[in-house]
């Protein structure tokens, strides 16, 4: 009986970690063709591209040749999204590992 009940304490204490664990982002590879950094649009205009998606910014980056940014939406939902870094223009959002948004004709 003691044997179950500390399995027990310990299984939900596992549960209970993973439930407050942040949630997985599959970005994959995604590619902007953004050329040469010098011609990139600064951090800041970045970040306000995003305050104006209404989102509330919890990282910043630079991954690969895009702009990517960790956020939660107006509805409190984790998201992580690519902008093209000379455009700013918003190109992918993922969601708990799904992809949620696409630029028309994005490949990358």
């Known amino acids: 009986?003691?044997?179950?009940?500390?399995?027990?304490?310990?299984?939900?204490?596992?549960?209970?970690?993973?439930?407050?664990?942040?949630?997985?982002?599959?970005?994959?590879?995604?590619?902007?063709?953004?050329?040469?950094?010098?011609?990139?649009?600064?951090?800041?205009?970045?970040?306000?591209?995003?305050?104006?998606?209404?989102w509330e910014l919890l990282k910043t980056q630079v991954e690969g040749d895009c702009y990517e940014v960790y956020a939660r939406t107006e509805q409190g939902q984790a998201i992580e999204a690519f902008f093209h870094p000379v455009t700013l223009k918003k190109l992918v959002v993922f969601r708990r590992g799904q992809e949620i948004y696409r630029a028309p004709g994005f490949k990358g």
């Not at 299984?11 to 599959?26: E, N, Q, R, T, V």
């Open 1 to 54: 009986m003691f044997r179950f009940r500390k399995s027990a304490m310990v299984l939900a204490a596992i549960g209970s970690c993973a439930a407050f664990s942040a949630p997985a982002y599959a970005d994959g590879d995604v590619v902007c063709g953004a050329g040469p950094k010098e011609s990139w649009k600064p951090v800041k205009a970045l970040k306000k591209q995003a305050w104006l998606e209404g």
